[in-house]
């Protein structure tokens, strides 16, 4: 199973930024699909933004302050984060979809905390 190793969350003021960092660890042939997804306290996670077949896709809430990248060469993705609220406090998680040794996996990171409060 792949590892996601995520970092880049913090405590962050409105209005600030933060920018989230999703690197891989372990073995995969080809990676179909990445993303970045979070959960708010309460409330079930849900997705952010992603990037599949070089088509990158935002959720309304993030649209226009988010930008997800990947480094085709480290195979890394990222998610800046813009012009942050405080509905945009939760866990963030990273996800790669990717296959294996012929099958299809889905992996997710361990999660990174992103408060934004005054």
């Known amino acids: 199973q792949l590892q996601l190793v995520e970092s880049g969350g913090g405590l962050v003021h409105p209005g600030g930024s933060l920018r989230l960092a999703c690197a891989p660890n372990?073995?995969?042939?080809?990676?179909?699909?990445v993303g970045w997804y979070r959960q708010a306290p309460g409330k079930q996670r849900e997705s952010v933004a992603g990037?599949?077949?070089?088509?990158?896709d935002y959720s309304n809430s993030v649209k226009g302050r988010f930008t997800i990248s990947r480094d085709n060469a480290k195979n890394t993705v990222s998610l800046q984060m813009n012009s942050l609220k405080p509905d945009d406090t939760g866990v963030y998680y990273c996800?790669?979809?990717?296959?294996?040794?012929?099958?299809?996996?889905?992996?997710w990171g361990q999660g990174t905390q992103v408060t934004v409060s005054a």
């Open positions: 990037i599949t077949d070089g088509r990158t």
């Open positions: 996800n790669f979809q990717y296959i294996m040794g012929g099958r299809a996996y889905d992996s």
């Open positions: 372990g073995r995969f042939s080809i990676i179909n699909a």
